[in-house]
């Protein structure tokens, strides 16, 4: 059973959200009720690995927090964008690493309670060091470090970064072996 749309108010649009009030009715009860939803054009998140098979995780200032999290380089797709192209891009201007191979490992919702972001991941390999192109605001240090550590900030709680989590974690236990 799915809801029926009544109407769609737009409040606001960004360039990278925009922010929609949908009035729906129960298709079972016939209740009217309001979802607050936000619109988003989706996202890659990558796995890049040095040559000795280190993990290139970045140290990301978030101004929306406040803080600097450890994460993995991630970016939003652009309108009509491939998501492996925008991975290849997003590598290397947060890293500075060009990546000679990317492999596709999943796909995922971030929030779908309010959030239509769909995130594309993807694994990084034959790298090649380029510089990086940090875009304006942008504040990023590169952190390379093994899987196991990786995991072990999970574990500790230094990684908060659910994009991060999910990736690392999801490498782990299903692909990691594969090489």
């Given at each position: 059973?799915?809801?029926?749309?009544?109407?769609?108010?737009?409040?606001?649009?960004?360039?990278?959200?925009?922010?929609?009030?949908?009035?729906?009715?129960?298709?079972?009860?016939?209740?009217?009720?309001?979802?607050?939803?936000?619109?988003?054009p989706g996202a890659?998140?990558?796995?890049?690995?040095?040559?000795?098979?280190?993990?290139?995780?970045?140290?990301?200032?978030?101004?929306?927090?406040?803080?600097?999290?450890?994460?993995?380089?991630?970016?939003?797709?652009?309108?009509?964008?491939?998501?492996?192209?925008?991975?290849?891009?997003?590598?290397?201007?947060?890293t500075g690493y060009?990546?000679?191979?990317?492999?596709?490992?999943?796909?995922?919702?971030?929030?779908?309670?309010?959030?239509?972001?769909?995130?594309?991941?993807?694994?990084?390999?034959?790298?090649?060091?380029?510089?990086?192109?940090?875009?304006?605001?942008?504040?990023?240090?590169?952190?390379?470090?093994?899987?196991?550590?990786?995991?072990?900030?999970?574990?500790?709680?230094?990684?908060?970064?659910?994009?991060?989590?999910?990736a690392v974690l999801?490498?782990?236990?299903?692909?990691?072996?594969?090489?």
């Amino acid at each position: 059973m799915s809801d029926h749309l009544i109407e769609k108010q737009v409040l606001y649009e960004g360039r990278k959200i925009r922010l929609e009030i949908h009035h729906l009715e129960q298709s079972r009860t016939g209740k009217r009720l309001l979802k607050e939803v936000v619109v988003h054009p989706g996202a890659v998140v990558i796995l890049g690995f040095l040559d000795d098979g280190r993990l290139l995780l970045i140290g990301n200032r978030r101004y929306s927090i406040g803080q600097t999290l450890i994460e993995v380089p991630a970016g939003t797709l652009e309108k009509g964008e491939d998501p492996m192209n925008c991975a290849g891009r997003e590598l290397l201007e947060e890293t500075g690493y060009l990546a000679g191979r990317l492999k596709r490992i999943a796909s995922f919702f971030a929030s779908p309670g309010i959030l239509t972001e769909k995130m594309h991941l993807f694994a990084a390999y034959d790298l090649t060091f380029q510089g990086q192109a940090l875009e304006a605001g942008e504040e990023i240090e590169v952190i390379p470090t093994t899987l196991a550590d990786a995991i072990e900030l999970i574990r500790t709680g230094q990684i908060e970064d659910s994009k991060t989590i999910a990736a690392v974690l999801m490498y782990e236990r299903f692909h990691a072996r594969a090489g």
